[in-house]
């Protein structure tokens, strides 16, 4: 008979479990993230003054030859190394990191806790117009999704399913951002070289030789500022971001079983402070 009843509830499961989404999506009023706005524009800036101090002009940096070797190399080696959907996905969540993630975790402990004590006298059936409305869409579909799983193996099973596969979306898309930095500087060198051999064939005249070896190390700037000021610090951003979205979705997921499973609102509440904590470094 046990058996009977599990293999009726994983249908259940595999189709509830599709109404949670894979990755978290900022609210259409989010602010803009001005720390990291913030952050490009020192580097930009810190940058730009070191040159100005060098006294060499900035024209001088500018190479239409060696930024189209590092620019438009470094895209077509993203393009072989990552299929489009990854990339259009990378693209997406970059979008997003300018976007200020503001996610409240003391106000979701209280909306959990809020809903355990009504389910406790209630039931959850009761609460299921107030699921609803909750903003959160990881929590109001995990709320929806445990009335439909109303077994706590399976409802477990399913969260967390969904936690790892966020979080390896989100690395995916680091990951990305990792092997464009890597290929970068190489690429970066590779202009250099064919801006030596352009050198080599004026060789003659001494002073369009000086003057060139200075042009094609630019390449190697090119490619060594786009991987170390672009890609790899939008690489780390990125891997931060998802690291807080999968605390604050494992704290809903522990809410959500708290929940499950009837437990007393003070115990819920305790629980779920542990993540507040870690939140604050404590």
């Known amino acids: 008979m046990q058996r009977i009843c599990q293999e009726n509830a994983l249908p259940a499961t595999a189709t509830a479990l599709k109404k949670i989404p894979t990755e978290s999506k900022p609210p259409a009023s989010a602010r803009l993230d001005w720390g990291m706005l913030a952050g490009i524009a020192i580097a930009l800036a810190a940058t730009a003054a070191g040159i100005r101090v060098t006294g060499v002009s900035s024209r001088y940096f500018l190479q239409p030859a060696g930024l189209l070797i590092v ?7 993203t393009l072989l190394t990552t299929p489009m959907p990854g990339l259009t996905h990378c693209a997406r969540r970059l979008w997003r990191l300018l976007r200020k993630q503001e996610t409240d975790r003391a106000k979701l402990i209280e909306q959990i806790v809020g809903f355990v004590r009504p389910a406790r006298t209630m039931g959850l059936v009761s609460l299921e117009p107030s699921f609803q409305k909750v903003e959160n869409h990881f929590l109001r579909d995990s709320l929806l999704l ?27 898309d680091a990951k990305v951002l990792e092997v464009a930095g890597g290929f970068a500087p190489a690429i ?30 630019l390449s190697t700037i090119y490619g060594l500022a786009l991987a170390n000021l672009i890609l ?44 507040l904590r870690i939140e ?3």
């Open 232 to 275: 790899l610090p939008a690489a780390h951003r990125i891997h931060a971001r998802v690291a807080e979205e999968f605390e604050t979705n494992e704290m809903i997921t522990e809410g959500v079983l708290c929940m499950l499973d009837v437990m007393h609102p003070s115990l819920v509440r305790e629980r779920l402070n542990y993540f």
């Open 280 to 282: 604050a470094g404590q």
């Open 146 to 172: 445990m009335l439909e799983v109303r077994q706590r193996p399976e409802l477990q099973s399913a969260l967390e399913l969904k936690l790892r596969m966020q979080e390896r979306q989100g690395l995916a």
């Open 71 to 77: 620019m438009g190399a470094t895209l077509g080696v």
């Open 188 to 217: 970066g060198v590779l202009g250099t070289v064919v801006g030596l051999i352009d050198v080599l064939r004026q060789f003659s005249n001494v002073s369009a030789v000086a003057g060139g070896v200075g042009t094609a190390f």
